[in-house]
């Protein structure tokens, strides 16, 4: 079963491992993977990140019924944050399950990768300098072609 959320709210990914993990019975392999606001070139202030509430659900749970259809997964889950997140702020949480490790493994690299280029968030970084929309990368579009 997959559970996806999109919430400005922070979230406790250990307690939240812990409840998905106890969910999974059967599965022989967890595996997680939970991304944080980073500040690459040591002037970010803030990351803003907007979405349209109902598409972006829709859109994420689009992209988990890929996964389900091409790993055999006992349950998936991600969180997606929106809103204004300071760097160091955890901005998103995938998770797997299967009854062996190179599904949950490969099916979390395939999520984290469609979640960066193809779920619909608009991300602003807030800078002492000033502030602009984060365009996209082609090392993200270059990830999706091993999938």
Do not use: C
């Amino acid at each position: 079963m997959a559970e996806v959320r999109v919430q400005a709210e922070s979230f406790d990914a250990g307690a939240e491992l812990n409840r998905f993990s106890a969910a999974q019975g059967g599965a022989g392999a967890v595996v997680s993977f939970t991304g944080v606001v980073r500040d690459v070139a040591g002037r970010l202030e803030a990351m803003e990140i907007e979405h349209y509430p109902g598409m972006t659900e829709k859109a994420i749970s689009g992209i988990v019924e890929e996964a389900e259809g091409r790993w055999p997964l006992t349950g998936a889950l991600v969180i997606h944050r929106h809103g204004r997140l300071e760097p160091g702020a955890q901005i998103m949480m995938v998770a797997t399950a299967s009854a062996h490790r190179v599904a949950a493994f490969e099916a979390a690299e395939f999520l984290m990768d469609y979640l960066k280029s193809r779920a619909p968030f608009w991300k602003k970084e807030l800078t002492r300098e000033g502030e602009g929309w984060v365009a996209a990368v082609e090392a993200d579009e270059d990830a999706l072609k091993r999938w």
